[in-house]
Nanobody, 125 residues
Framework: QAPLVEAGGGLVQTGGSLRLSCVVS??????LGWFRRPPGKDREYVAAISWSNGLQYYADSVKGRFAVSRDKVKNTVYLQMSSLKPEDTALYYC????????????????????WGQGTQVTVSS
């Protein structure tokens, strides 16, 4: 089984909500990140969470609207998205880092060695 498997994407209207999930298996990660790739653009950072203590980090574009959390029992990371906007439309990826997060830029794609296949989120206007 792939170490990171996302689910929960879909089509939602502006102002709506979605919850993405990322099931973690086979690896121990120090941090999990969420990234997205909008149509025609590069992959961009959305949020990250420390697996051990649950500290959360957010991109300015989603702060106050998105919330990242993890469930250690279910080995799952969530991204709760609210007040969605058309510009949130993207393919959303879960990423995992196995090394220490101390001194690490969790906003950088290069900080993560494992990636899920992505789940599509489309926000209609």
């Amino acid at each position: 089984q792939a170490p990171l498997v996302e689910a929960g994407g879909g089509l939602v209207q502006t102002g709506g909500s979605l919850r993405l999930s990322c099931v973690v298996s086979g690896r121990t990660f120090s941090a999990l990140g969420w990234f997205r790739r909008p149509p025609g653009k590069d992959r961009e950072y959305v949020a990250a969470i420390s697996w051990s203590n649950g500290l959360q980090y957010y991109a300015d574009s989603v702060k106050g609207r998105f919330a990242v959390s993890r469930d250690k029992v279910k080995n799952t990371v969530y991204l709760q998205m609210s007040s969605l906007k058309p510009e949130d439309t993207a393919l959303y990826y879960c990423a995992g880092r196995t090394n220490t997060i101390i001194g690490t830029n969790l906003r950088a794609t290069t900080s993560y060695g494992y990636w899920g296949q992505g789940t599509q989120v489309t926000v209609s206007s």
